[in-house]
């Protein structure tokens, strides 16, 4: 242990141990609620030439910055806009750290700067390579919770019983871009609907997270 906190310290690896520190800062800030997860929400939108609109929910704001298609095309390697910002951030962070210590170690034993500089290098597209892997997974969860959290979205939409539904909670399967999504219903005026049957959301209730449903040939009447 003590020979790994002094490589962390060393110069070649210093910049990532302090990136890894801010990120240990930050998860122990949120497991005890004094930060949200979504702490930096960056969204972006491509119109014409690009425009990137970005917002921070910090003390301050910044807004209307302008790229091009190179930033474009990072953004959404890194699904940025798609997953919280500070969990790319963290496990970018995670991965250059553990592979600048572990690369200083065994290939630039005198821990040369100078020899350090393709090793960083190298660190940089091995890390980008392990979040695209990740990224792949955490993007298609993030987007369900997204879709679960805006019920407006959810409006409308036809769902199959998963589960008999009436006054007492059933479960529906909301099929969504590919991804399915099972929800938590009721149903309108507590009317009774079997297993298998096809019905719309027309509400719900905020503080339970429950969907309220009706059978979908009552609503088309």
């Known amino acids: 242990m003590l020979e790994l906190i002094q490589e962390a310290f060393l110069p070649v690896n210093m910049a990532f141990t302090i990136i890894l520190i801010v990120v240990v800062i930050y998860w122990i800030t949120v497991i005890f ?10 969204d ?3 119109d014409g030439d690009v425009d990137l609109d970005v917002d921070i929910d910090a003390d301050g704001d910044i807004a209307g910055a302008h790229g091009g298609g190179v930033l474009q095309s990072i953004f959404e390697f890194m699904y940025v806009g798609e997953i919280p910002v500070m969990i790319l951030f963290s496990v970018m962070g995670f991965s250059m750290w ?3 210590i572990l690369s200083n170690y ?4 005198d821990r040369s ?4 500089i393709p090793i960083q290098l190298a660190n940089f597209v091995v890390s980008a390579a392990i979040w695209k892997v990740i990224g792949m997974k955490l993007a298609g969860f993030f987007k369900k919770l997204d879709d679960v959290a805006k019920p407006r979205k959810m409006m409308g939409e036809i ?20 991804e399915s999504i099972l929800l938590n219903v009721i149903t309108h005026d507590g009317e009774r609907l079997e297993r298998g049957q096809e019905v719309v959301i027309v509400g719900k209730n905020d503080e339970k997270g429950i969907y309220v449903v009706k059978a979908l040939e009552m609503e088309l009447n």
């Open 33 to 42: 609620g004094a930060l949200d997860i979504s702490f930096l929400d960056i």
């Open 44 to 46: 972006f939108d491509v």
């Open 98 to 100: 553990v592979i600048s």
């Open 106 to 109: 065994y290939f630039n034993p």
């Open 113 to 116: 700067f100078i020899a350090a």
């Open 159 to 178: 769902c199959v019983l998963k589960t008999s539904a009436s006054h007492e909670l059933g479960q529906a399967e909301l099929v969504s871009s590919g």
